[in-house]
């Protein structure tokens, strides 16, 4: 149909749903006086995965935590939409922003179908506390996460890996459009994590999802993630598709550590092979001791 400006403009169309969008300008983020990210600029690509890596207390984790508004910026700003994350509503930001954060605790005596459901908390109201639709995205994060079976157990007597399943489906029943997940693959064996970075891929390609994951598993990296984010001391030092920036000299650089990067049999994906025992570079490994004394371990 040709629109003339005599003809009538249906203004109830429903245009396409825009994508939120979350980066970072200018951060600064410190634990009391020690600065450990320092003017960071990150650009979060939406309806994808981004995987950030690097090495322990590098800033990984601090960043996540900053991007989730669990973290007060000592300079700089986090933007959602191009707005300020601290001048958002919590509600606002609770229904937007999902975040698992590293060993999270659970409520003494909880089961594993109330916890879950607690993730639907930022979707209610005084006036309606539970909804079908509440009950379906419960019951939905608990299938994918294959919890559904533990759900009348207490959450404290469940192994590691099938506690850390219990909280990934708490925030994925959160619903949000961004998921921020610190080391979701923790306490997981090698069946589990594969199953749960499948589902964190799904998440993305079949609705969208824009999730940011902080992995310790290089491979596994660069197997899953459509935008890599290679940190060290505090800094992105490389960024970009997995097979466009990941090469032996940035693991060396980032890690120090000496290695062949082919591509894996499977994907296709950079695959880091370890050179021999022992070849780490010395360089770098002074200079990682000496970024890491006295730094926060619990930072990945």
Known sequence: M?????????????????????SARGLRLAYE?????????????????????????????????????????????VLLDGADLRSLPTRTVAQQVGVLPQSPQPPEGITVGDLVARGRQPHQRWWQQWSRDDEAAVEDAMR???????ADRYVDELSGG??????????LAQGTEILLLDE?????????????????????????????????????????????????AGRIVAQGAPSDIVTAELVGEVFGL?????????????????????????GAEAESKSATDGADTSDG
């Not at 990150?42 to 508004?69: E, M, W």
């Not at 994918?144 to 533990?150: G, H, Y």
């Not at 099938?162 to 925030?171: E, L, S, T, Y």
Request: one cysteine or more; aromatic letters at 2%.
């Open 2 to 22: 040709t629109v003339t400006a005599d003809s009538p403009v249906d203004t109830h169309a429903e245009a396409p749903a825009a994508r939120r969008e979350l």
């Open 33 to 77: 006086d020690r600065i450990i990210v320092e003017d960071l600029d990150l650009d979060i690509p939406a309806g994808a995965v981004t995987v950030v890596v690097g090495p322990n207390a590098c800033g990984k984790s601090t960043t996540l935590r900053a991007l989730g508004r669990l973290l007060k910026p000592a300079a700089g700003a």
């Open 144 to 150: 994918r996460t294959d919890v559904t079976d533990l």
């Open 162 to 171: 099938q506690r850390q399943r219990v909280w990934i489906a708490m925030a």
């Open 184 to 232: 979701p693959t923790t306490f997981l064996d090698i069946s589990h994590q594969v199953e749960v970075l499948d589902l964190i891929r799904e998440l993305g390609e079949e609705g969208g999802r824009t999730t940011v994951a902080v992995l310790h598993d290089l491979n596994q990296a660069c197997r899953y993630a459509d935008h890599l984010v290679a940190m060290r």
């Open 258 to 282: 000496d290695c062949v990067v082919v591509p894996c049999p499977v994907t296709g994906a950079p695959m880091i092979v370890p050179g021999a025992p022992g070849a780490r570079r010395s």
